[in-house]
C-alpha cells in the first residue's frame, strides 16, 4: 500500500512538473493575424510591432516563413522586442502607410505612434534577419 507521504510527495511533483511547462509555454512565440490585436499586445508589453507583409503565392514568403520566422533562434530573438504579426498584402487590413511594393517585407513599428522605424525588403537568413534588426536598432 502507498503511503500518504508518498502520495502527497508525487502530486506535489507532478504539480511543479505541470507549473513549469505552463512558465515554458508563456514564453512561446505567438504569430499574430490580426494587425489591431497586435498593436493592442505590443503597447501593453512596451513593445515594438514586426510586422511581416507576404502572400501565399509568394515563394519567397513561404521560404522566409520556413526558413527563418519558423526557426528558434528567430523566434527567441523577436520575442525579446517584438509582438509579431504576419498579414498577407492583399487580403489582411493593416494600415495602408506600410504599403509595400515587394514581398515579404517586414516593417519594425513604434507601438506608440505607429511610426515606421526600418523596413526590410525581401527574404533574409537567420542570421542576415537578425543582424539586419539588430542594426536598425541603433538608427
Known amino acids: ?33 490580426n ?26 514568403c513561404q521560404r522566409m516563413k520556413k526558413e527563418t520566422i519558423s526557426q528558434k533562434e528567430t523566434q527567441k530573438f523577436i520575442n525579446k522586442n517584438y509582438i509579431f504579426v504576419s498579414l498577407n498584402k492583399y487580403t489582411d487590413d493593416y494600415p495602408k502607410k506600410f504599403e509595400t511594393n515587394m514581398i515579404p517585407t517586414v516593417f519594425l513599428i513604434n507601438s506608440k505612434d505607429e511610426k515606421e522605424i526600418y523596413k526590410m525588403l525581401g527574404f533574409q537568413s537567420v542570421e542576415s534577419f537578425i543582424d539586419e534588426v539588430t542594426l536598425s536598432q541603433d538608427l
Not at 494587425?35 to 515563394?59: I, W
Request: glycine share 0%.
Open 1 to 33: 500500500m502507498i503511503s500518504h507521504h508518498f502520495k502527497k510527495t508525487i502530486f506535489f511533483a507532478l504539480f511543479l512538473t505541470l507549473s513549469s511547462t505552463s512558465v515554458i509555454n508563456a514564453e512561446q512565440f505567438k504569430i499574430y493575424t
Open 35 to 60: 494587425y489591431q490585436e497586435a498593436l493592442k499586445v505590443a503597447k501593453k508589453s512596451d513593445k515594438k510591432l514586426m510586422m511581416m507583409l507576404h502572400s501565399p503565392h509568394c515563394p519567397w
